[in-house]
């Protein structure tokens, strides 16, 4: 970890989607927005996996066991809350006229990524 509470990561692999990580945390319906990039190997240990909004071109970074990050840069990533990585990923989302049904998905989501006891 550096000095700010963040954590080096370094990317293995971009060829093997992991999608059980978005899977649990939004459902089947949601990950259809969103394209697997790769997978990072955090110092201290840990895997977080980048995945894509097809829409409003944001990341979510997670992990398997549902923690969440915020790529901060120079291969960094900064802890951050289930519900704000899934707000950020999400942003500008209202602008694209998303289905109705798939909004209240993402509610419902939201609800669930609160509800949760934050892993770090």
Not at 32 to 39: G, L
Request: glycine content about 10%; hydrophobic content about 40%.
């Amino acid at each position: 970890m550096t000095s700010n509470d963040t954590i080096l990561g370094v990317v293995l692999q971009h060829d093997e989607p992991d999608w059980a990580p978005i899977l649990d945390l939004l459902g089947s319906e949601l990950v259809d927005w969103f394209m697997w990039m790769h997978e990072a190997a955090l110092d201290g240990g840990g895997r977080v996996h980048a995945y894509k909004h097809t829409a409003t071109r944001r990341y979510l970074h997670i992990t398997g066991d549902g923690r969440a990050f915020d790529y901060v840069g120079y291969c960094t990533y900064a802890p951050i809350r289930l519900s704000r990585a899934i707000d950020l990923a999400f942003e500008g989302w209202g602008e694209q006229r998303p289905d109705p049904a798939d909004v209240a998905m993402l509610e419902a989501a939201l609800e669930r990524a609160l509800e949760r006891p934050d892993p770090g």
